[in-house]
């Protein structure tokens, strides 16, 4: 018996692999940080055994960012006749279907990373703050057709709230 | 200013001669798609009430030395006190004038600030202009009106002024009319409905004439009259809220058990170590208690509920009244819920979520989403019945299986027995169904919980599952609406059923909404 969640007869769109990178990045930042702010009990009691919290810091991120290109992979979005389909997560995972019409708006965002390599987050808002839809890693163009192709569907199938 | 404003204060003309020009009736002339002024006393209940209150600490202050001024006592030309400064030789006149200036001013301002501040109603939107300096100006769409609430806080009461709040989607997007003569709020509330609910053939309602009564006798009668004007809405509530079930179910309320429980562990704890003056920080707690209890009480007594042609009208309030119409198709989500004292009386409040949120002082959160504060069984039904008219007679089983029954009998599907591991005791409650056009979620065997989502007011549908709920083959269901108190979301539900859930959910979503037509409600029945 499968225990994941899984959608039958569904053609994910992955996002680019460049995102690896993206991603990889900004956890890399937060382990640095996690890890000095571990070591600070060691360095201030001087106790070596202390050492230990930065280390099993250190493990735990490395697990996380080893599992990165899995996860990136494992991101995927969906047009479908009528509503948005997107999925994320390895251990957690999630996915989401909103209607076009409940659209309210459709933001571009790129941080430092993504900039370089061409990359940008593609934000779907609805009135529910709940729905959280963030497809990351898309190429400019592509992010850009989406978007535009996104709010022509929700144009035509426009709702109230 | 434009030469056709009118004042909101001008006596009414035959109002059945107003026609609009699709031929509609309006109960008064100010939504005409003219602009018009607010009440005259709108600056005195608006900035002005403050002043007042500052004259009557002035004088209070001063009252001693006012008397002895008249009648020649002892302290009538001390030099100490502010009064004895004044009344020196020659200071008398120039400060008199000061004050008279001063005051002049304030009148002049304030009746300038009246005659900037003016509203127009017309088909779609509802608009607000003010301001003399920084001019101000809101619009709000009539289609995306969630809500009209007429609040007469005590003050306007006695001057026979109420507050129109326009609820329109969106954070803190109201559009307010303060004040409006009392009868005037409420044919305007009806005329604005009227407007928004895209009716062209309405009724030919007999208008209210002006009342020949004198004024007092006509704020008595206002004031004593029951909150649901007989005129437009059904006269008997739906529901009654006893006094006497009201306080019991505050003080058996979750929050107030809490409090309690709180305050009463820390003085124990103060006490026992020894330090008896650590009960110094209980007294905000005491003090959130006290607030919470005030509030809750004030908030919901005189509770009515009842249904009008343009929706539900709730109304509560003892010193500051509030009714607020809640237009068909307003309701995000509903969740019927039991804190866990309640149980024995076999109590309810009912709560839901909805797209505006009023930021406006008074507007507090209660008011805005709890439509029943306590109701048997059977005043839930009803309210039910109110807010989803859609679940018809034949859903009440189904309704009373969510709210107190187990089991799958009437069509809940329920958690797989393996999840017993995490829903140890309410495995065979934790459930969902759907009726036409709903989706219900049941929950809790000690907290009991009954969610109900109209779907064409779902925003997105999503699964969702961590590690230990794939371990136990499980999902979580999420059925997301605008932000509020109620979340509508499921745990423990077996993952192919989830699955089916998700796809099967998300297709009638798509279809709910396509075939919604409430934002201009009355609309459809002009074209059947």
Known sequence: ?161 | MSSSTSDEASPQGNPTEDLLPNGAVLATRLADGEWHRLHPATPLLRGGLFIIALGGIVLSQLKQQLIDLVLGGPHAHDDGDALGFVTRDGRLVPILLIVVAVLVLIVVVFYLSWRVHTFRITDEVVEVRSGLIRRSYRKGRLDRIQGINIVRPFFARILGAARLEIDVAGHDANVRLDYLSSSNADGLRLDILRLASGSKEREQEQARLADPRGFVEQRVSEFVAPELDPNVAPPESVVKVHVGRLIGSILLHDTTFALILLIVAGAVGSVAIGRGFAIIILVPFVLALGSFLFRRFTRSLRYSIAATPDGVRVGFGLLTLSNETLPPGRIHSVQVRQPILWRFPGWWEIKVNRASKSNAKGADAQRNTTILPVGNLNDVLKVLGLLLPSLGDESTALLRDGIVGTGGASGFTNSPSRARVIRLLSRQRNGFASAPGMVLLREGAIWRRLTIVPEARVQSVAITQGPIYRALAVAHVHVHTVVGPVRAELGAVDRDVAIDFFNRVSLEVVEAVRSDATHRWLAEEKHA
């Not at chain 1, 060691?42 to 070596?48: A, D, E, N, P, R």
């Not at chain 1, 571009?108 to 390599?117: A, E, K, N």
């Not at chain 1, 497809?135 to 199938?157: H, K, M, S």
């Open chain 1, 1 to 161: 018996m499968t225990r994941r969640l899984e959608l039958a007869g569904i053609d994910w769109r992955r996002v680019s692999p460049k995102y690896v990178i993206v991603d990889i990045a900004g956890w890399v930042v937060l382990t640095i940080g996690m890890v000095v702010a571990a070591s600070v009990p060691v360095l201030v009691s001087g106790f070596t055994p202390l050492w230990l919290i930065p280390a099993i810091v250190l493990v735990i991120m490395l697990i996380i960012v080893a599992f990165i290109p899995r996860r990136v992979r494992a991101i995927g979005y969906q047009l479908r006749d009528d509503d948005l389909l997107f999925r994320r997560g390895l251990l957690f995972q999630r996915f989401v279907s909103v209607p076009y019409g409940r659209m309210q708006l459709v933001d571009i965002t790129r941080g430092p990373v993504s900039r370089i390599l061409g990359l940008s987050d593609l934000h779907f808002v609805t009135a529910a703050a709940s729905s959280g839809v963030m497809i990351p890693g898309l190429l400019v163009a592509d992010a850009e057709e989406l978007r535009d192709r996104l709010v022509e569907l929700a144009e035509t199938r426009r709702a109230g709230l």
